[in-house]
T-cell receptor
Framework: GNSVTQMEGPVTLSEEAFLTINCTYT??????LFWYVQYPGEGLQLLLK?????DKGSNKGFEATYRKETTSFHLEKGSVQVSDSAVYFC????????????FGQGTELSVKP | DVKVTQSSRYLVKRTGEKVFLECVQD?????MFWYRQDPGLGLRLIYF???????EKGDIPEGYSVSREKKERFSLILESASTNQTSMYLC??????????FGQGTRLTVV
C-alpha cells in the first residue's frame, strides 16, 4: 500500500542553522509528493510540491527533490528563522486516485533565537 | 483559491451523542475529504467523495458516516460519539492540478 514516513520530532535548531527533515515513501506507480506546513494556531498550507522524479520543489527558501531511486523527498533549508517554527507534514498523492493525500506523522520544528 | 469553511472551530459533545460536522466550499470542485489529525499520527483519511451522493471509505471509517447531498457541502457524522473520537477534524477540497485546500479544522472534544 501507500505510506509516508517522516523523521520524528521535535527538532530544535538555533537560528541560521541548516535544516533537514527526512521523508521516505512507499507507493505504487508515480505519486505526486508534497510538503505542508502548519504554523501554530493555523491550518495546513502547501509549502512545496513535486510531481515527477527528479523534480525539485522550492518555496520560501525551502526545497525538496523527488528521488525515485531512494523513494525520498527530504525537506531542506539552508538557514532557518524563528518564524519557521511549525509542524511540517510530508504527503503523497497516489497516481490516478482523485487527489487523495496520504500524510506522514508530522515533524515539529522549533527554532530558537 | 478555494475557500473551505467548517461550521465550528470548537465543539464539546457528550458520549453517545450524534454529531454533525459540516464543510462547505465556495467553488465547484468534485473531490472532498475528511481527515482527523492526532499528535504523532499525522492526518488520517476517514471518508471522501468524488461527487454528489457518492462516498468512499478511507483508512479509518469505523464510527463515522458522511453525507453529500449538494456538491458544495460534505458532512461528517459521528453516529454515537465516543471519547476516542476526540480529535481535530479537517475538511479538504481538491482543486485543479492536485492542489488541496484545507478548512481551519474543528476541534472536537467528547466527554
Amino acid at each position: 500500500g501507500n505510506s509516508v514516513t517522516q523523521m520524528e520530532g521535535p527538532v530544535t535548531l538555533s537560528e541560521e542553522a541548516f535544516l533537514t527533515i527526512n521523508c521516505t515513501y512507499t507507493a505504487t506507480g508515480y505519486p505526486s509528493l508534497f510538503w505542508y506546513v502548519q504554523y501554530p494556531g493555523e491550518g495546513l498550507q502547501l509549502l512545496l510540491k513535486a510531481t515527477k522524479a527528479d523534480d525539485k520543489g522550492s518555496n520560501k527558501g525551502f526545497e525538496a527533490t523527488y528521488r525515485k531511486e531512494t523513494t525520498s523527498f527530504h525537506l531542506e533549508k539552508g538557514s532557518v528563522q524563528v518564524s519557521d517554527s511549525a509542524v511540517y507534514f510530508c504527503a503523497l498523492s497516489p497516481y490516478n486516485q482523485g487527489g487523495k493525500l496520504i500524510f506522514g506523522q508530522g515533524t515539529e520544528l522549533s527554532v530558537k533565537p | 483559491d478555494v475557500k473551505v469553511t467548517q461550521s465550528s472551530r470548537y465543539l464539546v459533545k457528550r458520549t453517545g451523542e450524534k454529531v454533525f460536522l459540516e464543510c462547505v466550499q465556495d467553488m465547484d470542485h468534485e473531490n472532498m475529504f475528511w481527515y482527523r489529525q492526532d499528535p504523532g499520527l499525522g492526518l488520517r483519511l476517514i471518508y471522501f467523495s468524488y461527487d454528489v451522493k457518492m462516498k468512499e471509505k478511507g483508512d479509518i471509517p469505523e464510527g463515522y458516516s458522511v453525507s453529500r447531498e449538494k456538491k458544495e457541502r460534505f458532512s461528517l457524522i459521528l453516529e454515537s460519539a465516543s471519547t476516542n473520537q476526540t480529535s481535530m477534524y479537517l475538511c479538504v477540497v481538491q482543486g485543479g492540478n492536485t492542489e488541496a485546500f484545507f478548512g481551519q479544522g474543528t476541534r472536537l472534544t467528547v466527554v
